[in-house]
């Protein structure tokens, strides 16, 4: 009796250790398909968010069509209107809106009818159909090709930002209003009524940002940029300050500039300088008329008379001793001198 009660004792010890390894067990098993769920949703994720980045191949595209070992099938060929390729033995195939990887994938699954195992590469040789343009104020303006989805800041880099000293405060981004053209066929499969009424409605897009807002990081500022897109960066309107200051000439108008922080920004006045009589000659409005007037400068740094906020195109004269002017810095240098300190525009 006694044995028989030691043996039903053990039998439950290692009946409750065999129940905690499995309950064990089974939790671990839990933990380790919970750790291989999350990793495989996140390795999908990078997969999408890879593919969303990756360039699409587009109309005009040349690509470089590699069968390993089968010459024969290989060859360049370019993307044509219709966003067909055509390939040896398979024909036509669907190009447009595809990475390389999955065009390649496609003409594989066509070769099988052909070759054993075939062996697909595809490279984009030119890239011709997602063009941008960036123009105005900046030092190199210009088109470009995306090849990868590019930010408003890194296009702005490439064309080597805006011109020191010549860029306005706002940018333009002119956009056609016709939706991506992957998008538009995406639509297209599924309401082909819908998409072709938003492709006859599409109506272009002015879309502006402060030039600051831009360069200090503002997410809403730094937009993707579409194909198609043209970045305008205006020049800052001017206005000129010539006679006895140290640096005559043009100065951008960006924000409100005075008269007194326009001569201080010309590097203030020459030893012969007078400040009592300074002109500030201005177009007159809706006329070929001018205004001009007399500004004692003393008057406004001792606080009797207000400073005035200049407008675009506004020419300051600051005359010496003798109320005389001479244009230094505009002039000087010949009939031609003051033509040679404004912007060169052509009229064709």
Do not use: W
């Not at 470009?144 to 930002?161: K, N």
């Not at 006895?244 to 043009?250: A, N, Q, S």
């Not at 020459?270 to 400040?275: L, R």
Request: glycine residues 6%; aromatic residues 4%.
């Amino acid at each position: 009796m006694r044995k028989f009660l030691l043996l039903l004792s053990l039998a439950l010890i290692l009946s409750t250790v065999s129940l905690a390894q499995s309950s064990t067990s089974t939790s671990s098993s839990s933990t380790a398909n919970a750790v291989l769920a999350e990793n495989r949703v996140t390795e999908a994720k990078a997969v999408t968010k890879a593919n969303e980045n990756s360039y699409r191949i587009g109309i005009g595209d040349l690509l470089d069509v590699r069968v390993l070992n089968h010459p024969e099938m290989s060859r360049k060929t370019r993307v044509e209107g219709t966003g067909i390729i055509r390939m040896p033995y398979v024909g036509e195939v669907p190009a447009t809106c595809l990475t390389e990887t999955q065009l390649s994938q496609i003409i594989t699954d066509r070769y099988r009818k052909y070759i054993r195992e075939p062996n697909v590469d595809v490279f984009i040789e030119e890239y011709s159909s997602q063009p941008v343009a960036v123009i105005g104020a900046v030092d190199k303006p210009g088109r470009f090709q995306l090849q990868r989805r590019v930010r408003l800041i890194e296009l702005l880099t490439y064309a080597g930002g805006p011109k020191q000293g010549m860029a306005g405060p706002t940018l333009h981004l002119i956009r056609s209003g016709e939706k991506d053209m992957c998008a538009t066929a995406a639509a297209a499969s599924s309401t082909p009524e819908q998409s072709t009424t938003e492709q006859a409605t599409a109506v272009p897009q002015l879309i502006s940002f402060k030039l600051k807002d831009l360069l200090t990081g503002s997410a809403e500022a730094n937009l993707y940029v579409q194909p198609g897109d043209i970045i305008s960066l205006p020049e800052a309107e001017q206005i000129f300050v010539t006679g006895y200051v140290m640096r005559p000439g043009p100065l951008p108008l960006n924000g409100n500039v005075t008269l007194t922080q326009a001569i201080g920004m010309v590097g203030g006045y020459t030893p012969e300088a007078s400040k009592k009589k300074v002109r500030l000659i201005r177009q007159a409005p809706n006329s070929n008329a001018r205004i001009e007037q007399l500004f004692n400068i003393e008057d406004i740094e001792k606080r009797k008379m207000d400073d005035v906020v200049l407008q675009a195109n506004d020419l300051i004269e600051v005359p010496n001793s003798a109320g005389k002017v001479i244009f230094r810095g505009l002039l000087n240098a010949g009939p031609t001198g003051f033509m040679n300190a404004l912007p060169t525009r052509i009229i064709r």
